[in-house]
Protein backbone atom coordinates (compact mmCIF):
# COMPACT_ATOMS: atom_id res chain seq x y z
CA UNK A 1 0.00 0.00 0.00
CA UNK A 2 0.78 3.58 -0.34
CA UNK A 3 0.91 6.28 2.45
CA UNK A 4 -0.24 9.82 1.56
CA UNK A 5 2.24 12.19 3.86
CA UNK A 6 0.55 15.32 3.92
CA UNK A 7 2.91 18.15 4.63
CA UNK A 8 2.27 21.50 5.89
CA UNK A 9 4.49 24.32 7.02
CA UNK A 10 4.24 25.49 10.94
CA UNK A 11 2.00 28.66 11.00
CA UNK A 12 3.63 32.16 10.77
CA UNK A 13 5.87 33.10 13.67
CA UNK A 14 6.96 36.64 14.88
CA UNK A 15 10.29 35.84 13.57
CA UNK A 16 9.05 35.07 10.00
CA UNK A 17 7.27 38.60 9.92
CA UNK A 18 10.66 40.18 11.48
CA UNK A 19 13.17 38.42 8.97
CA UNK A 20 15.03 36.40 12.09
CA UNK A 21 15.87 32.88 10.79
CA UNK A 22 14.80 31.13 14.13
CA UNK A 23 16.72 27.51 13.17
CA UNK A 24 16.68 25.44 16.14
CA UNK A 25 15.25 28.00 18.20
CA UNK A 26 11.41 27.12 19.97
CA UNK A 27 9.57 30.29 17.74
CA UNK A 28 6.63 31.98 18.81
CA UNK A 29 3.08 32.31 16.79
CA UNK A 30 2.17 35.62 15.84
CA UNK A 31 -1.49 36.75 15.59
CA UNK A 32 -1.50 35.76 11.90
CA UNK A 33 -0.07 32.70 13.00
CA UNK A 34 -2.42 31.29 15.32
CA UNK A 35 -5.65 32.24 12.56
CA UNK A 36 -3.85 30.22 10.03
CA UNK A 37 -3.23 26.56 13.06
CA UNK A 38 -7.00 26.72 13.18
CA UNK A 39 -7.57 26.91 9.30
CA UNK A 40 -4.64 24.18 8.87
CA UNK A 41 -7.00 22.33 10.95
CA UNK A 42 -10.17 22.80 9.13
CA UNK A 43 -8.92 21.41 6.19
CA UNK A 44 -6.97 18.30 7.57
CA UNK A 45 -9.89 17.04 9.57
CA UNK A 46 -9.39 13.42 7.43
CA UNK A 47 -5.69 12.38 8.85
CA UNK A 48 -5.11 9.48 10.69
CA UNK A 49 -2.17 10.60 12.48
CA UNK A 50 0.09 14.02 12.81
CA UNK A 51 3.58 14.26 13.08
CA UNK A 52 5.58 17.49 14.04
CA UNK A 53 9.03 18.61 14.90
CA UNK A 54 9.45 19.16 18.61
CA UNK A 55 10.04 22.92 17.95
CA UNK A 56 7.39 25.07 19.43
CA UNK A 57 6.20 26.87 16.49
CA UNK A 58 5.42 23.15 14.66
CA UNK A 59 4.20 21.80 18.20
CA UNK A 60 1.94 24.71 18.97
CA UNK A 61 0.46 24.98 15.31
CA UNK A 62 -0.16 21.23 15.95
CA UNK A 63 -1.76 22.76 19.38
CA UNK A 64 -3.66 25.48 17.80
CA UNK A 65 -5.52 23.19 14.94
CA UNK A 66 -8.10 21.38 16.87
CA UNK A 67 -7.17 18.22 15.78
CA UNK A 68 -7.99 15.39 17.35
CA UNK A 69 -6.42 12.27 16.21
CA UNK A 70 -2.83 11.41 18.08
CA UNK A 71 0.30 13.89 17.71
CA UNK A 72 4.11 12.62 17.88
CA UNK A 73 6.78 15.28 17.83
CA UNK A 74 9.69 13.94 16.49
CA UNK A 75 13.02 15.73 16.59
CA UNK A 76 14.02 14.22 13.02
CA UNK A 77 11.40 17.20 11.80
CA UNK A 78 13.43 20.17 13.03
CA UNK A 79 14.19 22.89 10.77
CA UNK A 80 17.85 23.12 10.14
CA UNK A 81 20.32 23.91 13.10
CA UNK A 82 21.43 27.04 11.47
CA UNK A 83 24.06 27.08 14.53
CA UNK A 84 25.59 30.13 15.42
CA UNK A 85 22.75 31.86 12.39
CA UNK A 86 20.01 30.49 14.75
CA UNK A 87 18.32 33.53 15.59
CA UNK A 88 19.86 36.04 13.32
CA UNK A 89 18.48 38.13 10.38
CA UNK A 90 17.71 36.26 6.92
CA UNK A 91 20.25 38.33 5.54
CA UNK A 92 23.32 37.28 7.15
CA UNK A 93 22.49 33.53 6.33
CA UNK A 94 23.58 34.45 2.56
CA UNK A 95 22.75 31.68 -0.40
CA UNK A 96 21.20 28.46 1.49
CA UNK A 97 23.02 26.66 -1.01
CA UNK A 98 26.28 26.64 0.39
CA UNK A 99 25.14 24.60 3.03
CA UNK A 100 24.14 21.88 1.27
CA UNK A 101 27.06 19.48 2.00
CA UNK A 102 28.69 21.63 4.01
CA UNK A 103 27.20 22.51 7.54
CA UNK A 104 26.54 26.04 8.84
CA UNK A 105 29.43 26.78 11.41
CA UNK A 106 28.09 25.03 15.07
CA UNK A 107 25.23 23.57 13.36
CA UNK A 108 24.19 21.09 10.02
CA UNK A 109 23.83 20.97 6.41
CA UNK A 110 21.03 20.28 4.16
CA UNK A 111 22.11 16.84 3.79
CA UNK A 112 22.45 16.24 7.38
CA UNK A 113 18.82 17.11 7.43
CA UNK A 114 17.63 15.10 4.22
CA UNK A 115 19.37 11.84 5.89
CA UNK A 116 17.36 12.68 9.18
CA UNK A 117 14.00 12.80 6.50
CA UNK A 118 14.99 9.83 5.26
CA UNK A 119 15.30 8.17 8.57
CA UNK A 120 11.66 9.70 9.90
CA UNK A 121 10.09 8.50 6.07
CA UNK A 122 11.26 4.43 6.66
CA UNK A 123 9.46 4.52 10.29
CA UNK A 124 6.50 6.30 8.51
CA UNK A 125 6.17 3.52 5.84
CA UNK A 126 6.73 1.05 8.65
CA UNK A 127 4.37 1.53 10.78
CA UNK A 128 1.48 3.93 8.71
CA UNK A 129 1.30 1.60 5.76
CA UNK A 130 -2.04 2.86 3.70
CA UNK A 131 -2.60 5.89 6.30
CA UNK A 132 -2.92 9.47 5.65
CA UNK A 133 -0.28 10.97 7.84
CA UNK A 134 -0.02 14.78 8.06
CA UNK A 135 3.43 16.14 8.95
CA UNK A 136 4.08 20.20 10.67
CA UNK A 137 7.51 20.98 10.18
CA UNK A 138 9.92 23.35 8.33
CA UNK A 139 11.06 24.65 5.02
CA UNK A 140 14.00 22.20 5.24
CA UNK A 141 11.59 19.58 5.75
CA UNK A 142 9.63 20.68 2.48
CA UNK A 143 12.96 20.42 0.43
CA UNK A 144 14.23 17.43 1.98
CA UNK A 145 10.48 15.48 1.01
CA UNK A 146 10.78 17.41 -2.46
CA UNK A 147 14.06 15.87 -3.04
CA UNK A 148 13.31 12.16 -1.60
CA UNK A 149 9.77 11.47 -2.73
CA UNK A 150 8.77 14.26 -4.66
CA UNK A 151 10.77 14.44 -8.16
CA UNK A 152 13.82 13.95 -6.82
CA UNK A 153 15.31 17.72 -7.83
CA UNK A 154 18.29 18.82 -6.49
CA UNK A 155 18.89 20.08 -2.56
CA UNK A 156 21.22 23.25 -4.39
CA UNK A 157 17.97 24.39 -6.67
CA UNK A 158 15.19 23.94 -3.92
CA UNK A 159 16.78 25.58 -1.03
CA UNK A 160 17.72 28.49 -3.06
CA UNK A 161 13.95 28.64 -4.65
CA UNK A 162 11.44 31.54 -3.99
CA UNK A 163 9.20 30.33 -1.21
CA UNK A 164 5.76 29.91 -1.86
CA UNK A 165 3.26 29.01 0.72
CA UNK A 166 0.47 27.04 -0.19
CA UNK A 167 -2.64 25.11 2.19
CA UNK A 168 -0.17 21.62 1.96
CA UNK A 169 1.92 19.25 -0.29
CA UNK A 170 0.97 15.69 -0.95
CA UNK A 171 3.35 12.55 -1.39
CA UNK A 172 2.61 9.32 -1.44
CA UNK A 173 5.49 7.06 0.70
Not at 45 to 65: N, P
Not at 122 to 132: A, N
Request: aromatic share 10%; hydrophobic share 35%.
Amino acid sequence: MTTKLIYETHSTTLDNENGISTGWLPGELSERGRQESVELGERRRGVDVVFSSDLRRAVQTVELSGLTVPHLQDWRLRECNYGELNGAPVSERGRKSRYVDTPYPGGQSYADVVELTRSFLDDVKRWYDGRVVLVVAHSANRWALDHLVGGGAPMAELVDAPFNWQPGWDYGV
